[in-house]
């Protein structure tokens, strides 16, 4: 039975790590606990991860806001990123897994929801800008409810690979027919990909779930290439810039 001496940072840690682990760093001292040390890096990893998710796609809606135009983002790859979300969110929620090892898909849904909203408005789709909050909202919703059973959610998991794929295909097929990457942001493409190798080793740790770090996997190589093409890209200028200038 764990003896708990109450230091003023306890309700935080113990947000992270459990009573015994405590007593074994602040009251026996014993700072190489390697399964306590193994708990304690991987849920404040996951919490860096989540409190990195809720600004990662910041710069990309800044970019889109301040040059009018979605150019250079496939509307597909979004929506396609925007399921994988969805369908993480609600087979996490099914399963019970700590907050800490899926928080992120939960921001992310929400910036990618802006980013599509944003998207329809500047190719002057008024209406699919306007009816898409509800209408995603109300399938979320229905999804985290019980009367869908957890077989169907499970492969709605599993089809999340399928998505994950063809979404960044998708985008990395745009970035190479048009020779440049438009509006893409390199500081939110290098958080995603750092974000989900760093995910592959929470979720391994956190919910032993190979489902799930099998796509955090597909998911970092896949967004590495989209990467490396901007930084390949990354003099070219389009041609719709170009001719604003001339």
């Known amino acids: 039975m764990a003896v708990l001496i109450t230091y003023f940072f306890t309700p935080l840690v113990l947000m992270l790590i459990s009573e015994e682990c405590h007593d074994e760093f602040f009251v026996k ?9 193994k708990i304690a890096i991987t849920k404040g990893l996951g919490c860096v991860i989540i409190v990195g998710s809720m600004i990662v796609k910041v710069p990309q809606i800044i970019k889109l806001l301040q040059a009018k135009s979605g150019e250079g983002l496939n509307i597909i790859s979004l929506l396609s990123e925007l399921a994988v979300s969805t ?5 996490a929620f099914q399963k019970k897994f700590p907050f800490s090892s899926w928080g992120e898909a939960l921001f992310l849904a929400v910036q990618n929801g802006v980013l599509v909203i ?3 408005y500047y ?4 209406f699919a800008a306007f009816i898409f909050t509800p209408i995603y909202c109300g399938i979320t919703y229905f999804l985290s409810t019980p009367i869908v059973p957890i077989y169907w959610i499970v492969k709605l998991q599993e089809f999340n690979l399928v998505f994950i794929a063809a979404g960044r295909l998708l985008q990395i097929v745009d970035n190479y027919s048009m020779g440049h ?9 290098l958080l995603i990909t750092v974000g989900g ?19 955090f996997v597909v998911s970092s190589l896949l967004n590495a290439v989209i990467l490396a093409q901007l930084l390949w890209y990354w003099n070219v200028v389009p041609d719709k810039i170009k001719k604003k200038v001339q």
């Open 29 to 37: 001292f014993n700072i190489l606990n390697v399964p306590c040390l």
């Open 118 to 120: 944003l998207i329809n």
């Open 87 to 91: 369908f993480s969110i609600t087979y």
């Open 197 to 215: 190798l760093a995910r592959v080793l929470t979720s391994l740790q956190e919910t032993g779930d190979m489902l799930m770090t099998l796509q």
């Open 123 to 126: 190719n002057k789709k008024y």
């Open 181 to 189: 990457t438009g509006q893409l942001s390199f500081v939110t493409t």
